[in-house]
């Protein structure tokens, strides 16, 4: 036995018969009598029309035989189909292809078989009109012509059945897709209620009782709109795990799913079964924005009284894809309207026709914030928004959005309105513009209340304004630098006075260029102290002018950043010569005065502590308490003078120093020793916390000691009764500290900048109680600059302060780092 090949356009064959919706269907008359007709013309017991699909020839009518079908692979009509030619077998016991076929050998035992191919429409060999004898035999040319008629008489019943059946789907179709345009007539129903017409609409199409929307969320579905009868458990926002759902079938399945008797499907084992009993059951997935939303189902307890047909299939697809697309709408609605509520201002479609008319197309909430419209307002006209806009600026506003829509290019404006309160306030706008087939422009964009932005830019560009005015009327020089390459940006016209440089060659010099290079250690600390604190100075130091000659300067700066993160310097320089000239001159005259008093006034100091010893005999007590307070009075202004020729002498630099390395701590001993008994007057305790006893220092013994006496008799001063004075020794960057620690009132914040001046005091009144010249912190420090040496301080108001003397040990009594 040969089995029969498949035709080469197999595929195609077997569409063309599927849509002939004939394949098991029950018989019909319209049939039978052809085959009827072909038994009694030709003779034989056996007349069938013959159907080959994919594994079987089925009989659509039959006559002389009780089966329906035989496998494919030993039917004749698999055969008859591979030609155009009427396929006839005269004996197939003489016929290799069929001798031991089974329905030769067997019931019913063919010995004889004519087939003429049945067709479709477009040509397909679906099948055969074939007549089968027990005896062989042979056709003659007339007995062909009848065989061939009758078969071309069942293929006009096929193609009938299938051009009627065609058009009763096309009027289904239709029917569906009117259905389903009627769902979208009320554009404007609420969303719920477009989804409630769309589930009555497939309960009654589909005569399923239950229809759902459902989300689906990673593994959770979500009952999200149904349909039900009034006695149904659903309810909105019920969620089951997905594996428990008919839902899953229908993922597993990855396209639509249509069951009409679950009881009778491969699927009634599966446990949402078990669980739901729902018996009938068809579903498509909703997806939209390349997402899968969730599905859209009908279900019934009941099985479906005739199986679900193709056009069920469709149906449920459409309607599933009509869900997804007002869903999809829904969901990009409601994301524009979250963003538009957020977004400061108003997005809007503005829209001006061919006639000069405009409107507002669309236009978020925000308008109402702007023009204090409602976005309904706007929608036929667009005037009542333009009648908002400030009077000096409509003109310019209007042009703007002419130009725009000449060019079609972007639009860009500032301009004011009046806002619901009645106050003007600045909107800033931007849009798309867009030409319409109709000759219209459309414009998308938004407005946005910038009325604080602009009111501050308009400030900002004010103060710019009087401080590019003070920069340049100022009498002190100002100069800015970029930070890192020391490039000159700008300077103003003092300082170009000051140096007898032009702008443009001022500004193509170099920090070295005006700096002498005795300054370098300086500068350092200069950029050192702008790196750490983003100021530096007050410094003094000296400036090259343009001629060569230098003059003295009080240099200072602060570090800015630009808007590009350049890192800049404001500095100002302030020429002092003139104040150098004001303070040698004061200098002079106190150096003057100084040794004019000093002479006469020891003179009287001298006689009145003779007079108050009693070497002039017994003084009266009254007298004798007024030579004492002038006695303490002359004291007080010898040790002023002695203070003021101090001074004098370490600005001068006519103070010789002695250095000779030193022991530090008898130095330190010695001081505490001079100012014990002050201490022990004023009810304050001294104590020594001595960490180095060795250390030795290249200094002058007695102007150390007497810049310690200074801080020792201000720590004293300014200690409240039984207080106790700190002094303590140790190791700080390789500099040797001396630290004097008072428990007293602390320096105020305001004045510590002047601390080191000379006659600078915090509190005259308290000072004069006090005592004082105002002058010991600034021979201090004149003191350890001389010397090389530092001093410092760290204060915290109402709470004490620390002063400390820096000095550099002798290298080989320095101590271990260990010490340290």
Known sequence: MIAPESPLNEAVRLLALKRTHLLDTSPEERFDRFTRMAKLAFDVPIALVSLVDEKRQWFKSCQGLEARETPRDISFCGHAILSDRLFIVEDTHEDSRFADNPLVTGPPNIRFYAGAQLRSHEGYRLGTLCIIDTRPRSLDGDQRMLLEELARCVDEE?????????????????????????????????????????????????????????????????????????????????????????CALMLAKG????????????????????????????????????????????????????PFTDLDRLFIVWLAQWMAALLQQH???????????????????????QDGESRFLYSSDGIRDIYGVSP???????????????????????????????????????????????????????????????????????LANVDEKKRSQLALAEREQLLRTLFELSPIGILLTSFRSGQNFDVNAALLEYSGYSHAEFLALNYWDVTPE??????????????????????????????GTRFPMLFQGVLVERADNEPLVWSLVEDISERRKVDRMKNEFISTVSHELRTPLTSISGSLGLIAGGVFGHLPEKVKAMVAIAARNSDQLKHLIDDLLDMEKLVSGKMELRMHSENISAIIQDSLDRTSTYAVDRQISLRFENHHPWVKAAIDARRLGQA?????????????????????????????????????????????????????????????????????????????????????????????????????????????????
């Open 158 to 246: 096929i193609n009938d059945f299938e051009a009627s059946k065609s058009r009763q789907e096309q009027l289904e179709k239709t029917r569906i897709l009117s259905a389903l345009n009627n769902l979208t007539v009320d554009a404007s129903a609420p969303l719920e209620q477009k989804i409630d017409m769309a589930l009555d609409l497939g309960r009654q199409h589909l005569e399923l009782e239950t229809g759902i929307v459902s989300e689906i969320t990673t593994d959770v579905y979500t009952i999200r709109w149904f349909r039900a009868p009034d006695d149904s458990p659903l309810e909105a926002g019920l969620s089951l795990p997905v594996e428990q759902t008919y």
């Open 255 to 306: 396209d639509h799913l249509a069951i009409s008797h679950m009881g009778d499907s491969r699927y009634r084992h599966q446990s949402c079964y078990a669980q739901m009993g729902l018996e009938s059951y068809i579903a498509a997935p909703i997806e939209f924005d390349g997402k899968l939303f969730g599905t859209l189902n009908f279900s019934s307890v009941s099985p479906r009284s005739r």
């Open 331 to 353: 969901s990009h609605e409601d994301t524009l309207r979250k963003l538009s509520e957020n977004v400061p201002g108003m997005l809007y479609q503005y829209q001006v026709l």
């Open 376 to 446: 309904e307002t706007v929608i036929e006209d667009a005037s009542i928004a333009f009648d908002a806009i400030h009077p000096d600026d409509i003109e310019y506003v209007a042009a703007s959005i002419d130009r725009s829509q000449e060019a079609l290019a972007v639009w860009e404006s500032e301009f004011r309105v009046r806002a619901p309160d009645g106050n003007w306030i600045w909107v800033e706008g931007r849009a798309t513009p867009e030409r319409r087939p109709d000759g219209s422009v459309i414009w998308h964009g938004f």
């Open 518 to 547: 005795d300054y370098a250690e300086q500068t350092q600390q200069a950029i050192t102290d702008l790196k750490e604190h983003g100021r530096f100075g007050p410094v003094e130091q000296e400036f090259i002018r343009k001629d």
């Open 708 to 820: 310690l006496d200074n801080l020792l008799s201000n720590a004293i001063k300014f200690s409240p009764p039984e207080a106790e004075v700190v002094i303590l020794t140790h190791l700080h960057d390789g500099l040797f500290r001396i630290e004097v620690t008072d428990y007293g009132t602390g320096i105020p914040e305001a004045f510590r900048a002047r601390i080191f001046e000379k006659f600078a005091q915090a509190d005259s009144s308290d000072t004069r109680g006090r005592g004082g010249t105002g002058l010991g912190l600034a021979i201090t420090r004149e003191i350890m600059s001389q010397m090389g040496g530092g001093v410092g301080f760290k204060s915290t108001e109402g709470y004490g302060s620390t002063f400390w003397l820096d000095i550099k040990p002798d290298e080989s009594d320095k101590p271990d780092e260990s010490d340290e």
